[in-house]
């Protein structure tokens, strides 16, 4: 369902009726006029006219970081990273409450992945996502969001493992570092010890000659944040980050989630041109026309342009954290983009996971857990996906079978109810409509937890009760 006949033969310049006489001698005996063909039939029929199917297939290339020279100066995007108990959270939460939006009323309270700062010195956008995993899923999906990487060292403990791993992941991605020691309020800091200690990672500080720009905070009296964030919004210049603020929009999906009255809200960063309102946008599997954009503090907004994290309402379904999005012209171009992906990753996914024959014959033998995972938000239940389908063991296999965004409905127990040992699992979301009573007559477990941990615990429970059946 892609390409209509009529517009194929259109393009083509060929009558509609020769084209439908080569699918009929495909074995496609059923079609008109009226009707559409996917991708890769149409792409078969225009080859038999001497024709190849182009645009069909958006541009899926690297359309981010081809701009890099180009355009105005834009903020830079901050992800701050750092080991546990370090202050990230109490950093973040700072800067949110008191300095968001020249200090729109409250600052935001909610969490929705990402915001902007303005600084003396011009803007700074923080991805507020939970550190290395974001940073670590973006990257994954090649998505380059984070300019500056911050990273926070506790005056009272140093550099730990996490902090080196953090240096290591920046140093990979070419992002640059800015080191803020934190915690200084404490009687217990030792702020020369860090910097010793930092210089051992190969982090100078500039007054000992070296490059690297270290701020010395208190992330919860708040000294110091100030010089800090303009440290970060100077560094914009000196990095020279530049995006075109004219032309359609794109940029990479932050975070995710489906809201029962507003329906899938994803918060993008908007990394290229400039966003509308009525816009039609492409992200991932999905796409929609934007009905609402909104600031994260709540505002409506009719655009945004580059450096710019916004709600974006109107999506079909929620993208994972990481995908690109961009505004193409049409909704017709979006629907083609859509099936051609899809159709693109069942190919991939038959060739990659289809189990070889004995592969299916062995694990044939094995009991196995067939898991429906529903979640708040894309990123969590991914997450909970893999982490759960690391539990397999050689005699207990634990497949999911779905992970998807919402509350768990009569759709997910239809699913889990095809499956053998099903179990549908909810995280920080509950079950509407008929999919209780119905799961209960067909006697599958519905599980709610909000700890990833609770979960796991009593998936490997259940796997126990597999390997030994009550009689
Ligand atoms: P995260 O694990 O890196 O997110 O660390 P948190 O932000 O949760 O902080 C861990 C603990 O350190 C919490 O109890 C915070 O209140 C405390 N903390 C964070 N920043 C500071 C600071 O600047 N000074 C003091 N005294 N305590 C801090």
């Known amino acids: 369902e892609a390409i209509q006949i009529s517009d194929m033969a259109h393009q083509m ?27 890769e039939t149409a792409e078969l029929v225009a080859a038999e006219f001497g024709y190849t199917i182009e645009n069909v297939s958006f541009q899926e290339d ?8 180009e355009g105005e100066l834009r903020a830079p995007v901050v992800t701050i990273m750092g080991h546990v108990d370090h202050g990230k959270t109490t950093l973040l939460d700072h800067i949110r409450k008191s300095q968001v939006a020249g200090g729109e009323a409250g600052g935001i309270t909610q969490h929705i992945g990402a915001y902007r700062v303005e600084t003396d010195q011009g803007p700074v956008v923080f991805i507020d996502t939970p550190g290395h995993e974001a940073f670590g899923a973006m990257r994954s999906r090649g998505a380059a969001v984070t300019d500056i990487v911050v990273l926070i060292v ?13 240096i290591a992941h920046a140093k990979e991605a070419e992002v640059p570092i800015v080191v803020a020691i934190n915690k200084i309020d404490k009687p217990d800091s030792n702020v020369g010890r ?11 500080g500039e007054k000992f000659g070296g490059e ?15 010089e800090l964030l303009e440290s970060l919004a100077v560094q914009a210049e000196v990095l020279e980050l530049r995006a075109p603020v004219e032309g359609p929009a794109a940029g990479t999906v932050i975070e995710s989630r489906v809201d029962k009255g507003r329906g899938t809200v994803a918060t993008v960063l908007v990394q290229a041109g400039e966003l509308h309102k009525g816009d039609i946008v492409v992200a991932n599997e999905f796409s929609g026309k934007v009905r609402g954009l909104y600031t994260p503090a709540g505002k409506k907004v009719k655009n945004a342009l580059p450096s710019t994290p916004v709600e974006l309402l109107g999506l079909d379904g929620a993208p994972p954290a990481g995908e690109r999005f961009h505004v193409v012209d049409s909704e017709k171009d979006a629907r083609q983009i859509v099936s051609h992906r899809r159709e693109q990753r069942r190919r991939k996914e038959s060739v990659l996971s289809g189990p070889s024959l004995l592969e299916r014959i062995k694990s ?26 690391e539990l397999s063991v050689e005699k207990v296999r634990v497949e999911v079978i779905q992970a998807g965004v919402g509350a768990i409905n009569e759709t997910d127990v239809k699913l889990a109810a095809a499956a053998e040992n099903p179990l549908i699992i909810g995280f920080n979301v509950k079950t509407v409509g008929k999919a209780a009573p119905l799961a209960e007559h067909e006697k599958i ?27």
């Open 13 to 39: 310049g060929v009558k509609a009726s020769r084209l439908i006489r080569t699918l009929w001698g495909m074995g496609m005996r059923n079609i008109t006029i009226n009707n559409a063909v996917d991708v």
């Open 62 to 69: 690297e359309f981010i970081g081809a701009y890099e020279d």
């Open 154 to 166: 506790a005056a009272d403990d140093g550099v730990m493992p996490t902090t080196r791993e953090a």
């Open 194 to 204: 860090v910097e010793q200690m930092l210089m051992k990672e190969g982090l100078v």
């Open 212 to 226: 690297t720009t270290i701020a010395h905070i208190s992330a919860k009296t708040g000294e110091g944040v100030n």
């Open 364 to 389: 044939k033998k094995v009991p196995s857990l067939k898991i429906v995972i529903k979640a708040d938000v894309q990123g969590s239940a991914e997450a909970l996906k893999n982490t759960l389908e």
């Open 445 to 471: 477990p519905i599980e709610t937890f909000s700890v990833i941990y609770e979960a796991t615990d009593r998936i490997r429970e259940r796997m126990i009760d597999l390997l030994e059946p009550e009689y």
